[in-house]
């Protein structure tokens, strides 16, 4: 058995390109995936279109190109210089002040300001859109106490749970845990068996005294304890470097990493064991790959899919396992949400390691 | 007989061997149907589901409600929450049953009326409204909030127009979101994934098959004919460049006329801009191959460099602006950027030069990179 | 058969003249010195051999000449051209043929032709006539729309050599165009490459079948990276004279007989033919055998005419490390009951899809006995065999190996047997210790038991230098070396060989062959397939199968005599294997040749499956 593992790890490690492209490319993407995959809008462009002389549209600017969310990109003049700005994506948005602004304020008349944003992606725009509405928030109270101004009969005081900031690297961040273990895993995985089939080694191996399941396990365990070890890095990583909290169970987070790698080792050779072509394989493993990524609820909510699309995520063992990494890092999640996620990972393991040691005898002709 | 009456001059010798090589790429394009699927499947499969499935929209958020000492206020109030599409009250009665609500996930955010709520809000002492949101997901959390924001201010409003008409707010912003006015994500999404998934597709398709070559030996009988090298790279390209272009064109027509994402600009931008990309992603592909010398290590790099990359850097879901200075700067190297902001354009905003140009110049100049350094490191001998 | 190019050497000029040619290589660590001024001319028009034990450089030297790879030094002209500087130039005038071939096996045999006329820039108004031409001489014609992936070893060749003649080279260069092929395909490889030369070509292949560099006009025998000797096959016949004799009256002992010769120290060589053991002596003198009259009582010495595969043996063996396997198992004290039946076939069919590859065969192999199956390309023998090893199931039939099914048997039974395919499949990117290793702890060798057996392979099949190499790095020939280790390193009690010897060199083969008789000795049970046919006479009993049947079984003896007649009153059985094929064609068609095809027409399902495109 220790033989078989030691065969595995050589051919996986043996070759020099193939050993840094299991070591090198996820050490770079977890730093610049790190601070590249984030919903937390930063130095934005904007620019300003100022019609207004007054002292208090000033000082509305002022907040907006003092946040830290947006950069002033320039200046317009005129009512066709917002499209110059905004076509060519100089600017994400434009804050627009009209003529009457600051006479209407102190009027108390209610002053209205335009915020014109790039809905090229609208998700950008919506989340600008946001910061604009909160920046402005904060001008109507900081105005109303000044002017002594009626105050509103009640007002909203929102926190956030597990993430006080709303700082989405603390959710991006544990995502990424599970994206590079998930990649990793089927690296070493997918093309493995395929690989044996191409260049006959194979039958070579069945006709050794291993039994099915040996095989299997050798297969497996070099995906498992480098998904194990790569994905420890990461969580050490975005602890360490990172700064994500951990609040929660390590044991926990374990098992989930554990029922996770394997569940996705044995998708891997599943996928493997079907092909007859490395090719083939490499195929499976992209339409594996892809959609378990922007269907697990790494970048998008699972829940604001249709029905249809929510049910298909059930398949993914990425999905639970966010949950888990996510759950335990940031708010020390409750045992029995997390059993509902560790079972179906292990049914699924279970399920794709039978098939894949199935397919390896009824594969052969 | 004379081995020189068999050579023809040299270039009609030249157009036979491209030709020939282009002939034998597409044979085995139809025996080994893998290229097929990646060029139009996996086009099909991964819009189908991303389109339907990928939505950053919330709707339909679970909110607990709970209002500690029920009354007409705390009722009138909650009729905001009720009637927004966004939010799908639950209503709790006590803080810390909707808290469990909440760490089990059920709900994503708690609104808390205090006991107090309706006598302060008559004693004029500005009654507070404590929301809690589940703050894991800061992006869903943060539009939550605005939602929420939006009820709050729409009540106040309400109440104020009841009594003695004003404005709640001094200041009042009206937003113009241009080129998307319906805010459907799916419209900026899909032109993304075409981007994502012609990355997926160009270097998938090139990346096994010079390394197939090295593997089954057939190179070595390749380098000993008078073929030259930009022959043997020219003859791999073209077939897998209509290939991927006939995908492409497969996912221009699905966004158009499945998803219905306006064209405001001309099919032939992004013709010209497509067939630059899908040449870098081509050369990008080939050079995979051609470094790696096997399959299985060729099939690691392409897994490895080319999907995450192209899904997180590209700016298709995460904007590039707002990213470090020292990340943004590897977003450069990546192609699926520049065809990002150009597909996000052409299909809402039209032909915006200003944006169309210097992207397909990039794209031009990576795919002149990746081919020529293909060229360079294709080997010409043995060893 | 010597000589009978002679016309056509005549010609005198050089076409490829080297001077000085060196070449290394860097294999991890070590330098590897591949070629050492080497310096040689090939005369055009005629058939040149490269030859020369494993790793002597051979592939090197025609890759040098392909202007596949640079030397390190030295200059090389071919025709007047430098590979190295004119590479085009020299690519139009040379086909090169690498040992994989270079077909696409996704494409057919038609399309392979086209592609490499386009690529040779044959213009297409000589097509036809060219295509028309090459495929009646590769008797390809038939199969112009099968995918070369599904031919035959020997139909795959030949397409091979057709791929490469297309634009009618001045030069040809062939890397061991043989290895694989049945002897039926072989000869006809031959009758191609006479015709070409016929036609003024000049022909280079390296080969290890040194019948066939016999019938070259000149040779070139390489040794470690140096030229050792050049000239015509029967030059230095003289060196041997008064030492070859044949030893007759063995009978049914031959190889016992041989085995007992083949340990004396003054007998440099000892191979079976037929019913009489061949020797070389060391010195010009009778070999005395008196010793020997116990244990086999009438035996007689007739003196013979030396040949060139004396000469080959006779100049390498002092040079190489003396190779001998001979113990191949710990001595083990168990009697052994040869009349056991290990290995059981009853009524085996297998199809593939509507084609029959094996049609109700079925035969009995007792234990310690060297059972050989034979047949050309493509005629069921791999099939039959990975049904023995249980890799493939029969789709009727049984067969049973010591008792049980291996397909549903227990690992344990698998234990006992050793296997090596026809294929090298070992890991190529683990070290030949690495693999030795892992086979070692496949079959759960204990951790004393397996120093042991690591440095016994190590050691025997002289793998020591290059114990730390990638396998996949390795000569064909060593690979065969280690792929064999690698299937004895447990002892097993029946070992399944598939083309154990294709692409060895005569010595090391005398040394598997060896090997493999003390094993049967010691009560090893041998499956065994070849396409040497003087290797099949070390084998017990043999059966030869074509088209999916069993055509012939029986005792060597018996085989050949059943081809036994009034022109050929003693037939090898090389003669006998080709001649029951034509008896079997014979009433099929009616040419000979037509009669091949239907014993190969099947598509080939071990080809397909092992090279799946």
Known sequence: MLGLLKKEFLALLRDKKSRFVLIGPPLIQLLVFGYAATFDLNRVPIAIYNEDSGSASRELIARFTGAKAFREVGRITRQSGIAEFINPKKALLVLHIGREFSRDLSKRKPASIQLIVDGRNSNTALIALNYAQTILAGFNRTWTEQQRLAIPPARLEIRAWFNPNLNSQWFIVPGIVGLLTLVVTMLVTALSVAREREQGTFDQLLVTPFTPLEILIGKALPGVLIGLVESSFIVLMAVYWFHVPFVGDVAALYLGIVLFVVATAGVGLMISSLATTQQQGLLGAFLFIVPSIILSGFATPIANMPETVQTLTLLIPLRYFLVIVRGVMLESIPLSLLSDQYWPMAVIGFATLGLAAWMFRRRLY | MNAEHYVSPDTSAKRLRLLGLIRKEFLQIRRDLSSIAIAFLLPIVLLIIFGYGVSLDAKHVHVGLVAENPGPETADFFSGLQRSEYFQPVYFSGQRAAQKALDQRRISAIVRLRSDFSRQLLNGHSAPIDVIVDGVDANTARLVSGYLQGVWAGWLQRRLDERAGGSAQAVLMQQRIWFNPAVRSRDYLVPGLIAVIMTLTGALLTAMVVAREWDRGTLEALLATPVSVGEVLTGKLVPYYLLGMGGMALAIGMAIFLFEVPLRGSLWVLFVTGSLFLLAALGMGLLISIIAQNQFVAGQMAIITTYLPAFILSGFIFDIDSMPVAVQTFTYLIAARYFVAILQTVFLAGDVWEVIVPNALALALMALVFLALAARRMPRRLG | ?613
Request: charged share 20%; hydrophobic share 40%; aromatic share 6%.
């Open chain 3, 1 to 613: 058969m010597t000589g009978m190019l002679d016309s056509a050497a005549n010609n005198s000029i050089v076409a490829v003249a080297a001077t000085g040619l060196g070449k290394h290589f860097t294999v991890g660590q070590r330098q590897i010195t591949a070629l050492e001024s080497i310096t040689l001319s090939i005369r055009a028009g005629v058939v040149s051999a490269l030859i020369g034990p494993d790793g002597a450089g051979k592939t090197t030297l025609l890759r040098l000449l392909a202007g596949l790879l640079v030397p390190d030094h030295g200059v090389i002209s071919v025709f007047g051209l430098d590979p190295v500087t004119q590479p085009d130039a020299v690519h139009c005038i040379t086909g090169y043929m690498p040992q994989r071939f270079g077909l696409y096996e996704d494409l057919t045999v038609q399309e392979n032709l086209d592609l490499y006329a386009d690529l040779h820039g044959v213009p297409s108004r000589l097509r036809p006539a060219r295509f028309h031409e090459l495929l009646e001489m590769t008797k390809l014609s038939a199969f112009q729309g099968r995918l070369a992936g599904k031919l035959s070893g020997g139909m795959k060749q030949k397409l091979g050599l057709a791929c490469t003649l297309v634009a009618q080279p001045r030069l040809l260069l062939l890397d061991e165009p043989t290895v694989g092929v049945d002897p039926v395909s072989r000869r006809e490889l031959w009758l191609i490459i006479e015709r070409m030369v016929a036609t003024g070509t000049t022909v280079l292949m390296s080969t290890a079948y040194l019948d066939e560099a016999e019938r070259c006009h000149e040779i070139f025998m390489l040794h470690a990276g140096k030229l050792l000797r050049q000239g015509a096959p029967g030059a230095d016949h003289s060196i041997l004279a008064g030492r070859c004799f044949e030893i007759h009256g063995a009978e049914s002992f031959t190889r016992r007989l041989q085995s007992r010769l083949a340990e004396r120290p003054n007998i440099v060589d000892a191979v079976i033919q037929g019913d009489t053991v061949r020797v070389v002596t060391a010195r010009p003198q009778t070999p005395k055998l008196d010793d020997l009259a116990a244990e086999f009582p009438s035996l007689s010495v007739t003196p013979v005419p030396p040949r060139f595969e004396d000469g080959f043996i006779a100049l390498l063996k002092p040079l190489v490390e003396q190779v001998n396997l001979g113990s191949a198992l710990s001595p083990s004290t168990e009697a052994v009951d040869r009349e056991d039946v290990v290995i059981e076939v009853r009524e085996v069919e297998r199809w593939f899809g509507d084609f029959h590859a094996v049609k109700r065969i079925s035969f009995d192999v007792k234990r310690g006995e060297v059972f050989g199956l034979l047949g050309a390309n493509g005629a069921g023998k791999t099939t039959t065999f990975r049904m023995l090893c249980g890799l493939l199931p029969p789709s009727r039939g049984q067969l049973r190996v010591t008792g049980v099914d291996l397909r549903s048997a227990a690992a344990k039974a698998r234990r006992r047997i050793g296997y090596m395919s026809q294929k090298f499949s070992l890991y190529g990117a683990l070290s030949v210790r690495q693999n030795l290793e892992f086979f070692a702890s496949a079959y759960r060798l204990d951790s004393r038991l397996r120093r042991i057996r690591l440095d016994w392979a190590l050691e025997r099949f002289q793998l020591t230098t290059y114990a730390e190499s990638s396998s996949g790095d390795l000569p064909l020939g060593h690979k065969q070396r280690l792929a064999l280790a690698c299937a004895l390193l447990h002892e097993p009690e029946i070992l399944f060989l598939d083309e154990p010897t294709s692409g060895v060199d005569p010595l090391m083969r005398r040394a598997f062959w060896s090997a493999i008789n003390a094993l049967a000795e010691q009560g090893v049970t041998v499956l065994v397939t070849t396409h040497f046919m003087e290797e099949a006479e070390y084998c017990d009993r043999l059966v030869i199968m074509a088209a999916g049947s069993l055509l012939a079984a029986g005792r060597p003896q018996e085989i050949r005599a059943q081809a036994r007649s009034p022109d050929q009153p003693n037939p090898s059985l090389e003669d006998a294997f080709i001649r029951l094929l034509h008896n079997i064609a014979g009433s099929d068609v009616g040419a000979p040749q037509a009669g091949l095809k239907g014993g190969l027409q099947g598509r080939s399902p071990q080809q397909s499956e092992q090279t799946p495109s």
